[in-house]
């Protein structure tokens, strides 16, 4: 933990390397599976548990917030014959749904704010989920 400042940047760059890669193949792994709710909902819970909740540090919830749409995305634009279902799509992008709605920590929500904006367009269902969760009671105030 406390090595991780005395880290260089060429060192840093290879370590978000693999976490993008890891994040694509998963992500790959579930389209290969038909999004099986088992398998969406094991990754989500360990995605969740280990790097999304609150920690010491913003760096690798920063950057999983700026890579996993996009890789969730690339990785459903590359679906020729199957067509996601809004279901799997919004159960593949709970975690970071969740955090949209309670996070509290501001420069992890302005990420992810201007991550799904990116992706909203692209998507009417999330983009009505979102106006959901933005009015949900349980939504945090200051996050609606």
């Given at each position: 933990?406390?090595?991780?400042?005395?880290?260089?940047?060429?060192?840093?760059?290879?370590?978000?390397?693999?976490i993008?890669?890891?994040?694509?193949?998963?992500?790959?792994?579930?389209?290969?599976?038909?999004?099986?709710?088992?398998?969406?909902?094991?990754?989500?819970?360990?995605?969740?548990?280990?790097?999304?909740?609150?920690?010491?540090?913003?760096?690798?919830?920063?950057?999983?917030?700026?890579?996993?749409?996009?890789?969730?995305?690339?990785?459903?634009?590359?679906?020729?014959?199957t067509?996601?279902?809004?279901?799997?799509y919004?159960?593949?992008?709970?975690?970071?749904?969740?955090?949209?709605?309670?996070?509290?920590?501001?420069?992890?929500?302005?990420?992810?704010?201007?991550?799904?904006?990116?992706?909203?367009?692209?998507?009417?269902?999330?983009?009505?989920?979102?106006f959901?969760?933005?009015?949900?009671?349980?939504?945090?105030?200051?996050?609606?």
């Amino acid at each position: 933990k406390s090595q991780w400042g005395l880290l260089d940047y060429h060192r840093m760059d290879k370590f978000y390397t693999l976490i993008r890669f890891m994040i694509r193949s998963a992500y790959d792994y579930m389209s290969q599976r038909g999004y099986s709710l088992g398998i969406v909902r094991l990754f989500n819970d360990a995605l969740h548990e280990e790097a999304l909740k609150h920690g010491d540090s913003n760096g690798i919830r920063l950057h999983l917030c700026d890579v996993a749409l996009d890789e969730f995305q690339n990785v459903v634009s590359k679906e020729k014959d199957t067509k996601i279902v809004t279901e799997a799509y919004l159960s593949v992008l709970e975690p970071f749904l969740a955090l949209l709605q309670n996070e509290k920590n501001d420069a992890v929500h302005a990420r992810l704010v201007d991550q799904f904006e990116k992706h909203a367009f692209a998507n009417k269902e999330l983009a009505a989920f979102i106006f959901e969760i933005a009015s949900d009671e349980f939504t945090l105030d200051k996050r609606r």
